[in-house]
């Protein structure tokens, strides 16, 4: 055979090869899929030629440990096997080769692959990393108190009652919070401690709680105690209001009372039975006397 003959068969065959690549190329990424839990969700095939296809396979290596085949199609017998255990939950396309899987649980989570051998004995290899998520809901807000005084510290916390694989933050007036020397976040940003607490920290604080797949917020709006800026001693007096301190104040202020109210009455009292007494005392002085008679006997 000549040899441009053979150059121009190989360069023919190479054309060919070229051509046929876009078709068998092997995938080796895994894409990241999120399922909601409960629901029912698919898993993309590929737009590859049935005729061209020699068999199919899913599988799934599971978080639990758990390897398993779910079902394999023949497109040439137009024949597939389906796992006894996916039988009633999955739905399986002949033309694309998706699968639909029905009441997704947290125990479907794990590696999918979908492995397509073409007649030329080539593969292509699709895998999806699963996982299940729950939306996120009723998200709440807890403190040690409600209206605290300035200067102290206060703690909020912050939970989603209803969600996993949430991530949390914090804003400040609709706005990202400013973390400084008084803001302390924990190492998962569910609580959050103000420090020396000023006027400048009032306002509304708000959690947002969110996932891959959904959002939630709650607001907590910082008050300070009607006192401001006075200390709780000294605005209640000592241990509670209005204190021992306010007590004996005002007993003090109660027998000052009694004691000048006792010696108004008893000087009132004196002065009245001294104006008696010298009034007895004039009254005899304010008598005339009668001169005595004396009766002289007469003889008759």
Known sequence: MPRETLHEMLFALLLYLACLLPEVTTDQKIKEVYWHFNTTELLMGTNLNASSVFNVEWRAQLNKGEKVSILTYSPSSNTSYINESYRKRVVFSHMNFSLMIHCV?????????????LLNKQQQIDRSRVTVIIPVSNVRITSDT??????????????GTAGNAMSYSWQ??????????RTILSKDNTSLTLINIQQSDIGNYRCVAQNVLSCGHKDFI???????????????????????????????????????????????????????????????????????????????
Request: net charge positive.
């Open 146 to 159: 409600s209206a605290p005084y300035q200067g102290e510290n206060i703690t909020l916390n912050c939970l």
């Open 222 to 300: 910082l008050q300070l105690c009607a006192e401001t800026g006075v200390s709780s001693w000294r605005s209640y007096g000592i241990y509670g209001y209005p204190g021992y301190l306010g007590y004996a104040i005002v007993i003090f202020y109660i027998f000052s009372w009694v004691k000048k109210t006792r010696k108004s009455c008893s000087k009132g009292q004196s002065d009245t039975i001294y104006e008696n007494t010298a009034f007895e005392k004039k009254q005899p002085n304010s008598c005339k006397r009668i001169p005595p008679v004396y009766v002289r006997n007469v003889k008759k």
């Open 172 to 181: 400040k007036c609709n706005q990202p919070l400013p973390i400084g020397n």
């Open 105 to 117: 649980t947290f125990s479907d989570e794990g590696v999918y692959t979908l492995t397509i051998q």
